[in-house]
Nanobody
């Protein structure tokens, strides 16, 4: 089985920074895209940023210039450095990974989510 475990959420004042981490473990073959989504109360889950196995990144317009996604393929890990945080960044943040276990077993896995709260 595959498990994604996130860490690094918490409470921070506006303008502050947090770094989220997510590591995949278990029976993993290859990992393609890894990413972060977030979901605020009463809203849908939206993409924050993702990164391909080749290092290509993609960001939501609302976080460009403030957030940086990176990954460590040797550790099957993805990170999200969040700077200049705003109250509207408050949400539960979920990591995901597109994992190939076998040629017939390719799917997206999700972490359990970590709360990020930004106070004004």
């Amino acid at each position: 089985q595959v498990q994604l475990v996130e860490s690094g959420g918490g409470l921070v004042q506006a303008g502050g920074s947090l770094r989220l981490s997510c590591a995949a473990s278990g029976s993993i073959g290859d990992i393609n895209v890894m990413g972060w989504y977030r979901q605020a109360p009463g809203k849908q889950r939206d993409l924050v940023a993702d990164i391909s196995s080749g290092g290509n990144t993609n960001y939501a317009d609302s976080v460009k210039g403030r957030f940086t996604i990176s990954r460590d393929s040797a550790k099957n890990a993805v990170y999200l450095q969040m700077n200049s945080l705003k109250p509207e960044d408050t949400a539960v943040y979920y990591c995901n990974a597109d994992i190939i276990r076998t040629t017939a077993d390719k799917r997206r896995y999700w972490g359990q989510g970590t709360q990020v709260t930004v106070s004004s």
